[in-house]
C-alpha cells in the first residue's frame, strides 16, 4: 500500500465542535475589554493562579530538569507516535478495554452517541474534559436524545447559565460569586431559595444538586490527563471528586482522549505528575488523581471503551516547528501569565483552546485559514515559554505560523489588532513608551514598535521579540 | 480503510521517515530512592490541606478512631485490621453493599498503599485493607491509617511501589473546588473531611 492511499495529515473538518469562533479575535476581544466586571473577575484570578503557582514551583529543587525531562519525553512521544498508540491499544485491550479510532469530531460523536444508546442509557454524567468540549460531544448526543450532565462545578456553572467556558482549568473564571448564585436560582431544579453567594454555599448546592445523579446514571463519559503506552493506564487527575464518581459509579465508562496524550512508560507519570499540578492550580498535587487499567472485577465500570481521536492532530504533527502545541499537558499556565488572555478571557479566541497555546494550536488544528487571527493574539513577550512546564516554544511556533497566514486576512486582522490597541489608553500609551524607547535604542523601524509590532508584522517575519513589553508589563 | 489504518497512514505520513528517531531523556531529577521521607513534612502538608493527622502507637488507632467516628455507622473494607476499630463504632462490612447503603454510612476506615511525604498524598491501591474505590468516595468522612514505613519521599518514589493494574486512587487532602472566585472550598463531592492516622 502506498502512504497517499493511506491518506495524509488532516485539518479538523468545519461544522462541528468548537475550534472556529465566528469573528476575527481582535473584533471579539474589543468587546470583551469593554466589559469591566469581566476584566476584574479574570485580573482576580489570574493573579492569584500565578502567585498560588510560584510559590509551590519554588519549592521543588529540581524543577528546570523535571521540565526538560517533560520536554524530551514529549518529543519522543510524537517521533514515535503511531507505535505508541498501537502498544497502548493492546495494553487496553489485554486489560479488557475496548478501543476505537475517530479520524475526526464526527466519527468520535458518532461513536460515543453509539455507544450510549448500546448500554441503552438515555442521560450521561461528564468529567471535565477539553476534547469533547472541541468535538462538540454535548450537542451531539443532545440532538440524539441524550442528556449530557457536567459535573465539574465549573461546567456545571457554564451549563446552567448557557454559557461558555473560558479557561482550559477554570471554565467559568469570568463568573463573580454574585453571577454564579443568580445563575443557581435560575436554573438549578429544587434550589432553595435562599441560597447565598458563599463559595462553600455555592459548591454544597452543587453536590445536592448532582448527589442522585452520580448513584443512579449508568454510563460516563472522561476525557484523559495522560494515558501510558507500556501499561494501558489511563490518568485523570482532578480536585471535586466528581472524577472519581464518573469513574467508579456507572457500569459504562467511555474516555474520549486525543491522540498527542499518550505517553510511553508507567515511569514518566513521575515527570508530569509533578509538573502538572504546580503548573496548573498552584497546588503541590491535586485533590484527586484516579488511575485505571482496562476493568477490574468487582470494582468500577464493568465496561470500558477508549476513543483516540485525531481531528487534526496529524497535520499539526507534520509541522516540525508546530508540532510541539502536541506536547501541551493543558496546564493553563500560558494562559494566567499572558497580559493579552489576561485582558481579553477566553471567549475572544472563538476556540475552546484560549489563551497563547489556543493561539498556536487552533490555528494547526483546523488549518492556519480558518483562524487566521489567531497567531496574532499575542505581543510575543515570551511569559508563556518560561512558564510552560514541558517548556513548549510559543512565541516560535507564533511567528512560524504568521508566515503561513494568507497574506490578506493577516493584514486586515492585524490591522484590526492595531485598532483595538489604540483604543485602549493603558496600551497606547505603552505601545508609544515603547515606541520612545525604540528610537532611543536607534531601531530600525518595521511597523509599530512593541507591544504592536507584534501584531503589525504580517509581511516580515518578526525577530524573537525584545524585552521591552515584559518590562513595561512588571511595571505597570 | 478503517478510522484506524487511516490515522495511522496519516501520522506515518506526517513524520516523513519510516524510522523513528529516539530521543534521550535524561532522567537527571531527583528519582525513585534519591531522598529519605520526612515524617514532619508529611504531616505538615497534610495540615496545610486541611486534612487532620493523629500520631499514635498501633495499640491507640481504635481509640482514635473511636474519636473521630464514635457513635456512627462506618463502612468498612473486608481486610481492615480488626483491632483498628473501636466498639463505638456501628461497623458495616463492605460485602458487596450498594451504593445507597453506602452513601447512607457516616464514615469509612481504611488502610493505604503509599504515601508521599512532599505532596501530602496517600495512595489506594484497592488492596483488601482499602477496599473498593467506591467506599472512600461516598461517606462524608475518611479516616486513613497510615503505617509510618507506608510514607516516601516523592512522587517518584510512590509511582515505583504500586502496581498499574490495580486500581490507584490518589488522594491529597479532602474534595475541593476553587472555582468561584478562586477561593478554596473543601468538600465538593467526596469526603468533605479526610483524617489521617500515623502510626509511629
Ligand atoms: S502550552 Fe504549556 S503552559 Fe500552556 S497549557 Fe499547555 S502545558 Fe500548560
Redesign the interface.
Known amino acids: 500500500m502506498t ?1 497517499s ?6 485539518t479538523a473538518p468545519p461544522g462541528v465542535g468548537h475550534l472556529r469562533g465566528s469573528e476575527p479575535f481582535p473584533v471579539a476581544a474589543r468587546r470583551a475589554l469593554s466589559d469591566a466586571q469581566l476584566r476584574r ?1 479574570l485580573g ?2 489570574t493573579a ?2 500565578r502567585s498560588r503557582s510560584a510559590a509551590v514551583v519554588g519549592e521543588v ?2 524543577w528546570p ?2 521540565r ?2 517533560g520536554r ?2 514529549k ?2 512521544t510524537m ?5 505508541l ?2 502498544q497502548l491499544e493492546a495494553a487496553v485491550a489485554a ?1 479488557g478495554g475496548t478501543v ?4 475526526d469530531a464526527v ?1 468520535a460523536n458518532r461513536i460515543v452517541t453509539d455507544l450510549v444508546r448500546a448500554a441503552g442509557a438515555d442521560r450521561v454524567m461528564k468529567v471535565k474534559s477539553m476534547v469533547t468540549q472541541e468535538i462538540g460531544l454535548n450537542e451531539a448526543l443532545l440532538s440524539a436524545g441524550i442528556e449530557p450532565v457536567e ?4 461546567e456545571l ?1 457554564v451549563q446552567l447559565g448557557d454559557d461558555r467556558p473560558s479557561h482550559i482549568l ?1 471554565p ?1 473564571i469570568h463568573r ?2 454574585a453571577e ?1 448564585r443568580e445563575i443557581f436560582l435560575r436554573a438549578m431544579p429544587g434550589v432553595d431559595p435562599a441560597l447565598t453567594d458563599e ?2 454555599a ?3 448546592a ?2 445536592r444538586h ?2 442522585q445523579t ?2 443512579s446514571t449508568r454510563v460516563a463519559v472522561s476525557g484523559a490527563n495522560f494515558a ?1 503506552a507500556e ?1 494501558g ?1 489511563l490518568a485523570v487527575v482532578e ?4 472524577g ?2 464518573c ?3 456507572p457500569e459504562t465508562l467511555i474516555t474520549v482522549m486525543g ?1 498527542e496524550k499518550v505517553i510511553p512508560t ?2 514518566d ?3 508530569f ?2 509538573l502538572l499540578p504546580r503548573a496548573s ?1 498552584g ?11 482496562g476493568v ?1 472485577p ?3 465500570p464493568q465496561t470500558f471503551h477508549l476513543v ?1 481521536l ?1 481531528n487534526g492532530r ?2 499539526v ?2 509541522d516540525p516547528v508546530g508540532r510541539q502545541a502536541l506536547h501541551c499537558i493543558r496546564c493553563s499556565a500560558c494562559l494566567n501569565v499572558c497580559p493579552v488572555y489576561e485582558r481579553t478571557g477566553g471567549h475572544a479566541y472563538g476556540s475552546v483552546y484560549p489563551g497563547p497555546i489556543g493561539a498556536v494550536l487552533s490555528p494547526q488544528l483546523t488549518g492556519v485559514e480558518d483562524n487566521a487571527s489567531l497567531p496574532y493574539a499575542s505581543s510575543l513577550c515570551g511569559a508563556c515559554y518560561d512558564a510552560c512546564p514541558v517548556m513548549i516554544d510559543i512565541p516560535s511556533i507564533l511567528v512560524h505560523l504568521r508566515g503561513r497566514v494568507p497574506h490578506p486576512k493577516a493584514e486586515a486582522a492585524a490591522m484590526a489588532a492595531a485598532a483595538y490597541t489604540m483604543d485602549h489608553p493603558a496600551l497606547y500609551a505603552a505601545a508609544q513608551r515603547a515606541a520612545r524607547l525604540g528610537r532611543l535604542a536607534g531601531r530600525r523601524g518595521r511597523g509599530l514598535p512593541p507591544p504592536l509590532s507584534g501584531w503589525t508584522a504580517s509581511r516580515d517575519l518578526p525577530e524573537p521579540p525584545p524585552q521591552t513589553f515584559r518590562q513595561w508589563w512588571a511595571e505597570r | ?16 521517515g519510516p524510522e ?13 530512592g534519591s531522598v529519605a521521607a520526612d515524617l514532619d513534612v508529611f504531616v505538615g ?1 497534610l495540615t496545610d ?1 486541611r486534612a487532620t493527622v493523629h500520631r499514635c502507637v498501633d495499640a491507640d488507632v481504635a481509640r482514635t478512631v473511636g474519636g473521630v467516628l464514635g457513635g456512627r455507622q462506618i463502612v468498612v473494607p473486608p481486610g481492615l485490621p480488626g483491632h483498628w476499630l473501636p466498639d463505638s463504632v456501628t461497623v458495616v462490612p463492605d460485602d ?1 453493599l450498594g ?2 447503603r453506602i ?1 447512607a454510612a457516616d464514615g469509612v476506615v481504611t488502610g493505604a498503599a503509599v504515601a ?1 511525604a ?4 496517600i495512595v489506594l491501591d ?1 488492596g483488601p485493607d482499602q477496599g ?3 467506599i472512600t ?1 461516598l461517606p462524608d468522612v475518611h479516616v486513613c491509617v497510615l503505617r509510618a514505613d507506608q510514607v516516601v519521599a ?3 518514589d510512590a ?2 511501589r504500586v502496581d ?20 478554596r ?1 473543601e ?5 468533605r473531611n479526610l483524617h489521617v492516622v500515623l502510626v509511629l
Open positions: 502512504r492511499f493511506l491518506g495524509m495529515p488532516a473577575n482576580h484570578a492569584t493562579i529543587p529540581d530538569q523535571l526538560a525531562a524530551a519525553i518529543t519522543d517521533a514515535r507516535l503511531p507505535e498508540l498501537e486489560a476505537h479510532w475517530a479520524a466519527e459535573t465539574d462545578l465549573a456553572i477554570v467559568a463573580n460569586r454564579i463559595p462553600a455555592l459548591a454544597a452543587a453536590r448532582l448527589r452520580f448513584l501510558v501499561t493506564t480536585s471535586e471528586g466528581n472519581r464518581m469513574l467508579t459509579l491522540i508507567w515511569r507519570l513521575e515527570v505528575l509533578q492550580t497546588e503541590r498535587m491535586n485533590p484527586y488523581t484516579s488511575m485505571w487499567t477490574t468487582g470494582d468500577g483516540l485525531d496529524s497535520a504533527l507534520a | 480503510m478503517t478510522a484506524r489504518e487511516l490515522i495511522l497512514g496519516r501520522l506515518r505520513a506526517a513524520l516523513g523513528p528517531v529516539p530521543v534521550e531523556v535524561a532522567r537527571d531529577y531527583r528519582g525513585a502538608r490541606y458487596d451504593v445507597e452513601a508521599v512532599e505532596t501530602g498524598t484497592a473498593r474505590r467506591l468516595l516523592t512522587v517518584p509511582l515505583a498499574p493494574h490495580r486500581p490507584l486512587t490518589w488522594i491529597s487532602g479532602p474534595s475541593a473546588t476553587s472555582d468561584i472566585e478562586l477561593s472550598v468538600g465538593v463531592h467526596g469526603p
